[in-house]
């Protein structure tokens, strides 16, 4: 497809596990980034890529995040031993260079009992 | 912090004009992004503005004061469509956006 694909789309864990988010921007954006968005709040900024290197991952929680993206391209995002206060939307986003128009994936929904 | 500060929600008519209002701290800027996200969808992309003064784009405008760390969102003709969430975006360092936590707009017949 021609925009964001992000999967699942939709995810629901156990307290304690890991999960894995995957981000398939579109082709030849060279930057990527990670929010997520809780109920009622703001986009939180996690993790931007530029190429495969991640220049700034300020944004990430705790060590239980991750991110790593491959061939400048497909990303994803590993949240270790999962808490409750992770569930969110976490939403990726691409854009041909930076600064410039953010495009957005629709979102992996992300369920924590 | 970025300190973007929005309007939490808005009510307006259909066919009238709305601003909504974004404030954010000066130091580290680089531009101010405004966003679209309609419940349950992905935001979309509205405008980027570096310099000051209005851009217009259609029914939608964004004026941008640097000096003043201030913007706004300026909305024309509205339509029910129009109810969405709109996101203020500060781009700081690398140019990564700071969001707000979003202006909930409801256009009412």
């Known amino acids: 497809g021609a925009g964001v694909s992000q999967s699942p789309s939709n995810k629901v864990t156990e307290k304690g596990k890991d999960v894995e988010l995957r981000c398939d921007p579109i082709?030849?954006?060279?930057?990527l980034y990670w929010y997520r968005q809780s109920l009622g709040q703001g986009l939180e900024f996690l993790i931007y890529?530029?190429?495969?290197?991640?220049?700034?991952k300020s944004g990430l929680p705790s060590d239980r995040f991750s991110a790593e993206r491959t061939g400048g391209s497909v990303s994803t995002l590993t949240i270790q031993r999962t808490q409750q206060e992770d569930s969110a939307v976490y939403l990726c986003?691409?854009?041909?260079?930076?600064?410039?128009?953010?495009?957005f994936g629709e979102g992996s929904r992300l369920t924590v009992l | 912090g970025q300190n973007i500060d929005q309007p939490t929600e808005m009510t307006a008519t259909e066919g009238a004009i709305v601003q909504i209002n974004c404030t954010y701290q000066?130091?580290?800027?680089?531009?101010l992004f405004w966003y679209q996200q309609h419940a349950g969808e992905a935001p979309t992309f509205l405008s980027y503005?570096?310099?000051?003064g209005l851009e217009e784009k259609g029914r939608f405008s964004s004026f941008l004061s640097r000096s003043k760390g201030y913007s706004y969102l300026l909305l024309k003709e509205l339509q029910m469509k129009d109810s969405a969430s709109y996101l203020c975006?500060?781009?700081?360092?690398?140019?990564?956006?700071?969001f707000g936590r979003g202006t909930s707009l409801i256009v009412h017949p």
């Open positions: 975006a500060k781009g700081g360092g690398s140019y990564i956006p700071t």
């Open positions: 082709s030849g954006h060279t930057a």
């Open positions: 890529f530029q190429g495969n290197s991640a220049p700034d």
């Open positions: 000066t130091s580290g800027f680089n531009g």
């Open positions: 986003a691409s854009s041909f260079d930076s600064p410039g128009e953010l495009f």
């Open positions: 503005n570096v310099l000051d």
